[in-house]
């Protein structure tokens, strides 16, 4: 199972960008999805999830800017990015709870798509 992230860049603040994140290779069924991000010397942290059924979950930081979604088809997750500040910087990583073909879950992580946002 690999998450393959894209969609990182440089863009200014007040801008946007939009991470995709795609799910691939043999698995019976993907459950939460999510985007975290880092910062040299801090904690990965969350910045929005979601669940199969659509319900969403966001870090206090982003909500009103940033809009988490998914594809179930595709077994795709998106988060776009509005109104960006210098303080998004970060490396994004997705995240998934998937379910193998062994019917065990576990944790799968992308491998992280840098943000930089310009002030």
């Known amino acids: 199972v690999q998450l393959q992230a894209s969609g990182g860049g440089l863009v200014q603040a007040g801008g946007s960008l939009r991470l995709s994140c795609a799910a691939s290779?043999?698995?019976?069924?993907?459950?939460?999805m999510g985007w975290y991000r880092q910062t040299p010397g801090i904690q990965r942290e969350l910045v929005a999830s979601v669940l199969n059924g659509g319900r969403t979950n966001y870090a206090d930081s982003v909500k009103g800017r940033f809009a988490i979604s998914r594809d179930n088809a595709a077994d795709t997750v998106y988060l776009q990015m509005n109104s960006l500040k210098p303080e998004d910087t970060a490396v994004y990583f997705c995240?998934?709870?998937?379910?193998?073909?062994?019917?065990?879950?576990?944790?799968?992580w992308g491998q992280g798509t840098l943000v930089t946002v310009s002030s």
């Open positions: 995240k998934a709870y998937i379910r193998g073909t062994t019917m065990t879950w576990d944790y799968y």
């Open positions: 290779g043999s698995f019976v069924s993907v459950a939460t």
